[in-house]
């Protein structure tokens, strides 16, 4: 058995994908970008975008109730690599002492060229799929 929780992004439908899927003990977060109320936010910052995108991904884990806390796993996809220290400490920021394990990965682009990261995560909290 399996719980899906969706943001209302509009790729989400046309992809056909869900914002997070509980499985088993785990849940595993889509890639979620720098979006606030439908609008890329903080275009060229590349540190704001990484808080944004992980705020992003805290909504999704509450809406099933978990925390960034909960993460054991995080991905980021980065537009540029050369940035590495932005994005790296917006992300310690976000996790604090949780320190999941993570990698960063450059890509040539994103779905919309303002954005600088996606971040994955996988959360994990015994039953949660249940």
């Not at 537009?79 to 890509?107: K, L």
Request: charged share 20%; hydrophobic share 45%; aromatic share 8%.
């Amino acid at each position: 058995m399996t719980r899906k929780i969706s943001s209302g992004a509009p790729w989400e439908p046309i992809v056909g994908y869900s914002r997070a899927v509980a499985a088993g003990d785990y849940v595993f977060v889509s890639g979620c970008t720098p979006i606030l109320a439908g609008q890329v936010v903080h275009e060229g910052d590349a540190a704001a975008q990484t808080t944004q995108t992980i705020a992003n991904v805290r909504s999704a884990l509450e809406q099933l109730g978990l925390g960034l806390a909960d993460v054991v796993r995080t991905r980021m996809f980065v537009t540029d690599i050369s940035r590495w220290e932005e994005y790296g400490r917006a992300h310690g920021a976000a996790f604090g002492d949780t320190f999941p394990a993570t990698s960063m990965v450059a890509v040539a682009g994103l779905i919309d060229p303002r954005m600088l990261i996606e971040v994955e995560a996988v959360a994990y909290k015994p039953g949660i799929g249940r």
